[in-house]
């Protein structure tokens, strides 16, 4: 059906101005952590809350209510885990994925690479981006846990107090 009528339209209208204000305050009280780039648990929060949103604004099976309660149990929750993770380190290991080495002093890890899932031609264009021509100046290249690649220059890897963890093969959060 191409329109129902304008009182429909006004009511979506105002629905997604209330819910949409709503949940840029949320947001904004759970902090940064909320839209940081996400990993994996922050990409299933996001989507839950993109789907909540659409439920509101355009079916009438859920009030502004429920979706304010739904909001706001998402973003306490985001913040639980957040706190719990900090604080116990099993539990981040967990929910969050750990960063990994995928270039080591100019060479490539190829069986990191491939439990990634990340091609060779990806890290190269890495490299690239930075700015640099050469694989074999590139101390390492580093999958982060939010799927970005980081670039170091100027092999020895070992030199880098950043790398120490990975190269040990220590958590990240640890040191």
């Known amino acids: 059906m191409w329109f ?8 979506i209208a105002l629905t ?6 709503a949940l840029i305050f949320i947001l904004q009280i759970a902090g940064k952590r909320s839209i940081a780039k996400l990993n994996i648990f922050d990409l299933v ?3 839950a809350l993109g789907s909540i949103l ?3 604004m355009l ?17 306490f929750l985001q913040w639980l885990v957040a706190y719990v993770s900090v604080r116990l380190g099993w539990f981040k290991q967990v929910i969050r994925s750990d960063a990994r080495l995928l270039l080591l002093d100019g060479e490539f890890l190829r069986d990191e690479m ?6 060779q031609d990806e890290v190269v264009a ?9 694989i074999e100046d590139i101390a390492a290249v580093v999958l982060e846990t939010d799927g970005s690649l980081s670039v170091i220059v100027d092999p020895p890897a070992a030199q880098y107090s950043a790398l120490r963890p990975l190269l040990k093969g220590d958590d990240l959060s640890e040191s």
């Open 4 to 11: 129902d009528s304008w009182q429909d339209i006004g009511t």
């Open 126 to 134: 890495a490299v690239r981006k930075e700015g640099h021509g050469r």
């Open 45 to 47: 929060v996001t989507v």
């Open 54 to 56: 659409a439920s509101v």
């Open 16 to 21: 997604t101005l209330v819910i949409y204000l």
């Open 59 to 75: 079916t009438g099976s859920l009030s502004i209510a429920d979706g304010l309660a739904a909001f706001i149990s998402l973003a």
């Open 114 to 119: 491939k439990a990634e899932r990340v091609t």
